[in-house]
């Protein structure tokens, strides 16, 4: 007579490799979360970048669903560089934008305006460009007769013009690529 045990198949041991990369994987997603959700303060525009904790919840329950198979630790450590990659690059946009916006956010409720001759430019809000790229600075001529004022009051940030449009740039950070608000003429 055959003992019932050896009927049916037998599990193997649950992975001490896929545990640890379990809890990687989790830390991962956490700070992940923690990154996205830093711009969202500011605008709804990055709730996208939530498909990369989604992705980390996704690879631990695969991890968990087949603990017990063998060699399951080299998938995990597969998921852990993959992960690590693309959830990277999310915070990295997360965490960058954040800081951005949160610079333009000083402005928010703000009204930006520039005045040169006959011409007014107004700041919509939020539009904001952080490439200089296109950009350069008016000639000192040229902003001898531009008046630049935020909430009613003289400022002094440095212009730039585009040979794109016909918008004015004004520098409210100078640091990194910059980060430069859009008055467009009125």
Known sequence: MKDINEELPQKGSISLFAIIEIIVLAIGVAMSFSSTVKPLKYTARYAWCF??????????????????????????????????????????????????????????????????????????????SYNPEKLEYMKPDERGMLKVTVDGEESHYGVLTSSDDNCLYLEIYGGGTGIFLKLSPK
């Open 51 to 128: 498909i990369f904790p989604l992705l980390g919840v996704g690879l631990i329950a695969f991890l968990i669903v087949k603990i017990r198979r063998k060699l399951i630790w080299i998938i995990g450590l597969g998921f852990i560089i993959m992960y690590l990659i693309t959830a990277g690059y999310g915070a990295f946009v997360c965490e960058l934008n954040s800081s951005r916006l949160k610079r333009i956010s000083g402005f928010s409720g703000k009204e930006v305006r520039a005045v040169q001759g006959e011409t007014e430019y107004i700041w919509d809000g939020e539009s904001a």
